[in-house]
């Protein structure tokens, strides 16, 4: 092989391996850099037009944190020098009036007194709307007095009266009351600020009732009525006390509500919601049948 022949293959195989590391970084390399760079700028481009959403955020939790903060700083505790059972059978009583009714009894337990300070335990049973129970422990923890609730068990109980029916929490809370002979714990330096507990869902209500809620008076119940006559808007019905009534959509009804009137099928359909079972019941006007 001559010298120009081997210099040529050299030259073209380096202007080759060239050509090819040009083309890698031009369609392959530069063009996934440029993509990725791209996607960063439009990142960048929306958390800057989310800023204020941003600030207005951060300025909500400061000043949530201030207040918590400073709630909690301020929740000082007084502790008297001994425990009496009226005084906090008293005291309890008057948590009670602040979150609502509420049926309790109070058993009192001896407890620890270990000189300068003790507690005595203390059983409370009773029963309550989820809502009160709750702002009632709220008042327990958060109140003057240095109470600390050892244990506590809940449970869900419907009762069903003429008014309907209504979903009680049967508690028992186990409650230490805190004494102490050191005069500087037996009063609080700074007044307790409280505000209002705010209740969330219930979690004991059921999704579906044991009981449905008993039919109040002059409630229609649909299923036991019979339908005379409909013309567009109304209905016209025989109840179940052999009353004569008049419906029109959206009206009430024992459980439920009128959902439409079909007055070229004589028909009119309602919804009703049976302790949390839905229901859809169509009621028909039987041509030719008597009044009773």
């Not at 705010?198 to 008076?217: D, H, S, V």
């Not at 299923?223 to 109304?234: N, Q, T, Y």
């Not at 079909?262 to 919804?271: L, N």
């Amino acid at each position: 092989m001559s010298y120009i022949v081997r210099n040529t293959i050299v030259l073209g195989a380096v202007l080759l391996l060239i050509f090819s590391v040009g083309a890698y970084f031009s369609f392959i390399s530069f063009p996934k850099r440029i993509r990725n760079i791209e996607k960063q700028i439009k990142q960048v481009e929306t958390n800057l037009q989310n800023t204020p959403d941003l600030a207005n955020n951060y300025n909500t939790l400061t000043e949530q944190l201030a207040r918590t903060q400073h709630q909690w700083e301020t929740r000082n505790k007084e502790v008297p020098p001994r425990d009496i059972t009226g005084e906090t059978y008293g005291y309890l009583n008057q948590l009670i009036g602040l979150s609502g009714d509420l049926v309790m009894n109070m058993t009192y337990q001896p407890g620890v007194d270990s000189g300068e300070f003790g507690y005595n335990k203390y059983t409370l049973t009773g029963s309550a709307f989820f809502e009160n129970l709750y702002k009632f422990v709220w008042h327990i923890e958060n109140g003057r007095r240095l109470y600390k609730i050892a244990g506590i068990s809940l449970a869900g109980h419907e009762v069903k009266d003429s008014t309907g029916t209504k979903l009680y929490v049967t508690f028992q809370i186990d409650l230490l009351a805190y004494y102490s002979t050191i005069p500087e714990l037996n009063a609080a330096p700074v007044q307790l600020e409280l505000v209002s507990p705010t209740t969330g869902a219930n979690p004991f209500y059921p999704l579906i009732l044991k009981e449905i809620p008993a039919i109040r008076k002059g409630e229609i119940d649909i299923e036991r009525s019979v339908l005379k006559a409909v013309i567009p808007g109304k209905a016209f019905i025989l109840d179940q006390s052999q009353k004569s009534r008049t419906l029109e959509e959206g009206d009430p009804v024992w459980l439920g509500n009128v959902l439409r009137i079909h007055p070229a099928d004589g028909q009119i359909e309602c919804m009703l919601n049976k302790g949390g079972v839905p229901q859809h019941v169509v009621l028909t006007m039987q041509v030719g049948q008597k009044i009773q």
